[in-house]
């Protein structure tokens, strides 16, 4: 392998962009898939698990890549599109073997795995030959918490099935992936691995990742949280989204959660669960952007400029009259962010609202939803009750999240190609 360093530590492959010969990009490195053989013999390395376009997770036999750096990895353009499925003679490093447990031979002292490395033979196979390990008990290493890398034959426990397995490392190496790609090598964690993800996330990145995970996914880590965890996490979501699974809960489980929620937060949740799931008013977010009339495009900018905000909700700014929290007083009109960009900073909002566009109802059916977003090519739009308050807004996610079948999550996540075998995959795969 032709710009292969002599060891390459496997977790900090996660996210490196994969391109092929010529230069263009194919993917991301989401995982490497080593198979296990019996003491003292070292892992075989037999490809990498490569996020490519729709988030489909295909797999990279080890012997087509040519070129492995810190911020690249170049294969030979050969690629087999068929969905990765890991067999039960595989393991996954980075979902699988960093945080577990483990304990040197010599002494029975446990050490907790930090990363993985693999390095060349002279046949031109990768085995894994050196762990870095951190003290978790006894003498292992000087003090607690030091790390230090070791032989993979002096240690020993992968194979164990364990209990509490922590997911720092996991966690650490998508650090910076998007909830959505998360979300997706969340799903296909197993679940005892799944909840020990779930458990490790603070509660933001954990409510990122439950808005992007299909239903029972969901379902399955909130109950496996605890009812505070959950009343926390449930908090830190968007209130559409967190009415959406309470919807599905037991009736005495969502009131026991809503109960355990801070009332602040609860109370928009609850409004929420009065209307109808495919209802403008069990479609909009009740935090939309807000502004009196009395504030300047420059006040309007710096609030669609945070950056933890939706970009279909950044798109236009609600100008209502006190109080400005949902249901708001007197609704004036919308004011889009292009106007915003094309008037002075010190120019008042309520100079420039468009209030000749009628908004949306509570009561006005998803097709109704659609129609009215579409035929005035938006992307989101203000809903207001009989009385003039405005009440939250719909944005296009949510319309095509409910416009699309209801497992659509779960249909992209696990759909399988009709690509035919890669013998030289099977063959690899075939041998441990």
């Known amino acids: 392998m032709s710009g292969a360093p002599s060891r390459v530590f496997l977790a900090r492959l996660a996210g490196v962009a994969v391109f092929d010969p010529v230069g263009d990009q194919v993917g991301r490195v989401r995982d490497v898939v080593v198979a296990l053989r019996l003491a003292p013999r070292a892992p075989r390395v037999l490809g990498l698990v490569v996020e490519v376009a729709t988030r489909r997770a295909v797999f990279l036999p080890i012997t087509r890549v040519t070129v492995i750096e810190a911020d690249a990895v170049v294969f030979d353009g ?29 002494t029975g002292d446990a050490v907790s795995v930090v990363d993985v490395a693999m390095e060349p033979t002279r046949t031109r196979d990768w085995l894994v030959t050196k762990i870095a390990v951190r003290r978790t008990t006894g003498r292992g290493l000087r003090k607690r918490g030091e790390s230090r890398i070791v032989d993979w034959d002096v240690v ?10 922590g997911a720092a490392g996991l966690i650490a190496a998508f650090e910076r992936m998007k909830a959505a790609d998360l979300a997706n090598i969340v799903h296909e964690l197993s679940e005892k691995r799944r909840t020990e993800v779930a458990v490790a996330l603070d509660d933001e990145r954990l409510a990122d990742v439950l808005e992007e995970l299909p239903e029972d996914d969901q379902i399955e880590i909130l109950g496996k949280l605890g009812v505070e965890r959950a009343a926390d996490v449930l908090e830190a979501m968007g209130p559409d989204d967190a009415a959406d699974l309470l919807g599905d809960l037991p009736t005495e489980q969502r009131e026991q959660l809503l109960t355990l929620m801070e009332p602040r937060d609860a109370a928009p949740v609850r409004r929420l669960l009065t209307y109808p799931d495919h209802s403008a008013g069990g479609l909009m977010t009740t935090d939309p952007v807000i502004v009196p009339p009395d504030a300047t495009v420059a006040e309007a900018l710096a609030l669609i400029r945070r950056p933890d905000l939706n970009p279909a909700l950044a798109a236009q700014v609600y100008v209502c009259r006190p109080p400005a929290m949902t249901p708001t007083g007197r609704y004036l009109g919308t004011v889009h962010f292009q106007k915003l960009l094309r008037e002075p900073p010190p120019t008042l909002v309520s100079g ?3 209030s000749a566009l009628d908004p949306l109802r509570p009561t006005m059916s998803l097709e109704t939803v659609a129609m009215f977003l579409a035929t005035y090519n938006l992307v989101a739009g203000a809903v207001v009750d009989e009385n003039g308050h405005l009440l939250g807004s719909v944005t296009i996610d949510d319309v095509l999240d409910h416009l699309l079948p209801e497992d ?17 995959e099977e063959a690899l795969r075939g041998t441990t």
Do not use: C, H, Y
């Open 352 to 354: 420039i609202v468009d």
């Open 78 to 106: 050969r690629l087999n599109v068929r969905r990765f499925q890991k067999r039960g003679s595989e393991t996954l490093v980075i979902a699988e073997m960093l945080d577990r447990t483990v304990r040197f031979r010599d």
């Open 408 to 424: 659509w999550r779960e249909a992209a996540m696990d759909a399988a190609s009709e690509e035919s075998a890669d013998p030289e």
């Open 156 to 165: 020993e426990g992968f194979s164990a099935v364990e209990l509490g397995q």
